[in-house]
Nanobody
Framework: QLELVESGGGLVQPGGSLRLSCVAS????????IAWFRQAPEKEREGVSC????????DYADSVKGRFTIARDNTKNTVYLQMDSLKPEDTAVYYC??????????????????WGQGTQVTVSS
């Protein structure tokens, strides 16, 4: 049974960078499309990015295009989210999730079968 653990969150100033990691603490994620979602206080969870098992066909939400980069290293059982030029509106709990589908088909919460516990990202001066 796949279990996912996020890390790398924290407090950063506007314009700064963070790199989040999603590691499979149980099982292997190499055969899964993996997505990042986020949920800000009093807002619905939204999709951020998704990467296919092979590393191709990457999706990004419009709000993060050009600033965030998703990548994976299957040899390390890890998916990364590099976040640059951070803005206060990026403040949220960030979750990684494994899709039940073989590839990314948009950033649809209902297609995700396994979720991590989340890591807090706060962008503030």
């Amino acid at each position: 049974q796949l279990e996912l653990v996020e890390s790398g969150g924290g407090l950063v100033q506007p314009g700064g960078s963070l790199r989040l990691s999603c590691v499979a603490s149980k099982g292997t994620l190499e055969n899964f499309a993996i997505a990042w979602f986020r949920q800000a206080p009093e807002k619905e969870r939204e999709g951020v990015s998704c990467i296919n098992p092979s590393g191709g066909a990457i999706d990004y939400a419009d709000s993060v295009k050009g600033r965030f980069t998703i990548a994976r290293d299957n040899t390390k059982n890890t998916v990364y989210l590099q976040m640059d030029s951070l803005k206060p509106e990026d403040t949220a709990v960030y979750y990684c999730a494994a899709s039940v589908l073989p590839q990314c088909y948009g950033l649809v919460e209902g297609t995700m079968g396994r979720w991590g516990q989340g890591t807090q990202v706060t962008v503030s001066s």
